[in-house]
Protein backbone atom coordinates (compact mmCIF):
# COMPACT_ATOMS: atom_id res chain seq x y z
CA UNK A 1 0.00 0.00 0.00
CA UNK A 2 1.34 3.67 -0.96
CA UNK A 3 0.48 5.93 1.59
CA UNK A 4 -1.69 9.42 0.56
CA UNK A 5 0.21 12.02 -0.31
CA UNK A 6 -1.99 14.74 1.63
CA UNK A 7 -1.15 12.51 4.65
CA UNK A 8 2.67 12.44 4.08
CA UNK A 9 2.88 16.17 3.16
CA UNK A 10 1.05 16.97 6.26
CA UNK A 11 3.01 13.93 8.58
CA UNK A 12 6.21 16.14 6.73
CA UNK A 13 5.24 19.27 8.36
CA UNK A 14 4.18 18.17 11.59
CA UNK A 15 7.45 15.78 11.90
CA UNK A 16 9.75 19.28 11.26
CA UNK A 17 7.89 20.99 13.74
CA UNK A 18 9.02 18.36 16.05
CA UNK A 19 11.97 18.00 15.26
CA UNK A 20 12.55 21.91 15.64
CA UNK A 21 11.36 21.74 18.99
CA UNK A 22 12.86 18.92 20.28
CA UNK A 23 10.12 16.92 20.93
CA UNK A 24 8.64 13.24 20.55
CA UNK A 25 5.64 11.52 20.12
CA UNK A 26 3.78 8.00 20.83
CA UNK A 27 0.42 7.14 18.67
CA UNK A 28 -2.15 5.20 19.99
CA UNK A 29 -4.50 4.93 17.17
CA UNK A 30 -7.63 2.62 16.56
CA UNK A 31 -9.37 3.06 13.16
CA UNK A 32 -6.60 4.56 11.66
CA UNK A 33 -4.95 1.22 11.54
CA UNK A 34 -1.55 2.28 11.94
CA UNK A 35 -1.74 5.03 9.39
CA UNK A 36 -0.57 7.90 11.89
CA UNK A 37 2.37 5.62 12.60
CA UNK A 38 3.31 4.78 9.23
CA UNK A 39 2.74 8.50 8.23
CA UNK A 40 5.02 9.81 10.25
CA UNK A 41 7.66 7.11 9.90
CA UNK A 42 7.37 7.49 6.32
CA UNK A 43 9.62 11.19 6.85
CA UNK A 44 13.07 10.51 6.74
CA UNK A 45 15.07 11.05 10.54
CA UNK A 46 11.67 9.71 12.29
CA UNK A 47 13.56 8.22 15.18
CA UNK A 48 14.18 11.74 15.89
CA UNK A 49 10.79 12.19 16.98
CA UNK A 50 8.74 9.02 16.69
CA UNK A 51 8.70 6.59 19.89
CA UNK A 52 6.30 4.40 19.34
CA UNK A 53 2.71 3.33 18.73
CA UNK A 54 -0.20 1.13 18.96
CA UNK A 55 -3.24 0.09 16.93
CA UNK A 56 -6.20 0.11 19.83
CA UNK A 57 -8.50 -1.66 17.71
CA UNK A 58 -10.56 -3.42 20.88
CA UNK A 59 -11.10 -3.76 24.51
CA UNK A 60 -8.39 -6.29 24.86
CA UNK A 61 -6.06 -4.11 22.96
CA UNK A 62 -6.71 -1.04 25.21
CA UNK A 63 -6.31 -3.45 28.27
CA UNK A 64 -3.22 -4.69 27.09
CA UNK A 65 -1.54 -1.88 25.60
CA UNK A 66 -2.22 1.26 27.29
CA UNK A 67 -4.13 0.46 30.39
CA UNK A 68 -2.47 1.57 34.07
CA UNK A 69 -0.77 4.59 32.56
CA UNK A 70 -3.26 7.45 33.53
CA UNK A 71 -6.33 6.75 35.13
CA UNK A 72 -9.44 5.93 32.99
CA UNK A 73 -12.66 7.99 33.18
CA UNK A 74 -15.67 5.97 34.66
CA UNK A 75 -18.13 4.43 31.91
CA UNK A 76 -15.38 4.94 29.09
CA UNK A 77 -15.70 3.46 25.96
CA UNK A 78 -14.19 3.43 22.49
CA UNK A 79 -15.02 6.14 19.89
CA UNK A 80 -15.81 9.11 22.55
CA UNK A 81 -14.05 12.46 23.13
CA UNK A 82 -12.76 11.00 25.99
CA UNK A 83 -11.49 7.66 24.95
CA UNK A 84 -9.11 9.86 22.16
CA UNK A 85 -8.05 11.94 25.24
CA UNK A 86 -7.56 8.63 27.21
CA UNK A 87 -5.78 6.86 23.87
CA UNK A 88 -3.84 10.75 24.08
CA UNK A 89 -2.92 10.79 27.75
CA UNK A 90 -2.04 7.06 27.79
CA UNK A 91 0.38 6.83 25.51
CA UNK A 92 2.35 9.92 26.22
CA UNK A 93 2.65 8.75 29.81
CA UNK A 94 3.85 4.62 29.04
CA UNK A 95 6.06 5.91 26.46
CA UNK A 96 7.14 9.37 28.14
CA UNK A 97 7.13 11.84 25.16
CA UNK A 98 6.84 15.24 24.85
CA UNK A 99 3.17 14.36 22.81
CA UNK A 100 0.58 11.64 22.49
CA UNK A 101 -1.79 11.20 19.79
CA UNK A 102 -5.04 9.51 20.35
CA UNK A 103 -7.75 8.57 17.64
CA UNK A 104 -10.63 6.32 17.93
CA UNK A 105 -13.52 5.93 15.78
CA UNK A 106 -16.02 4.02 13.23
CA UNK A 107 -14.79 3.21 10.01
CA UNK A 108 -17.78 1.12 8.64
CA UNK A 109 -19.20 -0.01 6.51
CA UNK A 110 -21.57 -0.66 9.25
CA UNK A 111 -21.75 1.27 12.90
CA UNK A 112 -19.57 -0.21 15.45
CA UNK A 113 -20.71 -1.95 18.65
CA UNK A 114 -21.26 0.95 20.59
CA UNK A 115 -24.17 2.14 17.50
CA UNK A 116 -21.75 4.94 16.03
CA UNK A 117 -21.87 5.70 12.31
CA UNK A 118 -19.46 5.00 9.50
CA UNK A 119 -17.36 7.88 9.18
CA UNK A 120 -17.09 8.96 13.47
CA UNK A 121 -13.88 9.52 14.35
CA UNK A 122 -12.46 11.51 17.94
CA UNK A 123 -8.88 12.55 17.48
CA UNK A 124 -6.79 14.08 20.62
CA UNK A 125 -3.16 15.43 21.62
CA UNK A 126 -1.75 15.48 25.05
CA UNK A 127 1.14 17.40 26.05
CA UNK A 128 1.33 20.97 26.46
CA UNK A 129 -1.94 21.55 25.73
CA UNK A 130 -4.31 18.94 25.14
CA UNK A 131 -7.32 19.55 22.10
CA UNK A 132 -9.65 17.23 20.19
CA UNK A 133 -11.33 17.38 17.65
CA UNK A 134 -14.92 15.26 16.31
CA UNK A 135 -14.36 14.23 12.36
CA UNK A 136 -17.48 12.92 10.50
CA UNK A 137 -16.37 12.51 7.18
CA UNK A 138 -19.67 11.45 5.21
CA UNK A 139 -17.59 9.00 2.73
CA UNK A 140 -18.69 5.30 2.12
CA UNK A 141 -14.85 5.00 1.30
CA UNK A 142 -13.67 2.67 4.19
CA UNK A 143 -9.95 3.20 3.30
CA UNK A 144 -10.47 7.22 2.27
CA UNK A 145 -12.08 7.40 5.97
CA UNK A 146 -9.03 6.09 7.90
CA UNK A 147 -7.04 8.78 5.62
CA UNK A 148 -8.92 11.57 7.01
CA UNK A 149 -8.93 10.93 10.61
CA UNK A 150 -4.77 10.18 10.54
CA UNK A 151 -4.71 13.31 8.72
CA UNK A 152 -7.32 14.65 11.53
CA UNK A 153 -4.81 13.90 14.12
CA UNK A 154 -2.05 15.27 12.76
CA UNK A 155 -3.35 18.51 11.45
CA UNK A 156 -4.50 18.74 15.25
CA UNK A 157 -0.76 18.00 16.62
CA UNK A 158 0.04 20.26 13.80
CA UNK A 159 -1.93 23.32 15.18
CA UNK A 160 -0.86 22.41 18.76
CA UNK A 161 2.80 22.51 18.39
CA UNK A 162 2.26 26.46 16.67
CA UNK A 163 0.61 27.39 19.54
CA UNK A 164 3.58 26.18 22.04
CA UNK A 165 6.57 27.61 22.88
CA UNK A 166 9.16 27.37 20.43
CA UNK A 167 5.87 26.86 17.87
Keep these: MVLDHR ?3 VAERVASRLVARGDTVAVAEGSCG ?3 SAALLSVPGA ?7 AVIYTPAATR ?10 PGLRGA ?3 FARYLAR ?3 AKLATTWGLGEG ?13 PGHAWVAVAGEREAARHVLTGSADRLGK ?13 EQLDAGPGG
Design 47 to 53: SRYYVGG
Design 80 to 82: TEE
Design 146 to 158: MVDFAIAALELLG
Design 34 to 36: GLL
Design 7 to 9: LVA
Design 90 to 92: SVA
Design 64 to 73: ALVAGAVPAP
Design 105 to 117: GATGPSPNPYGDP
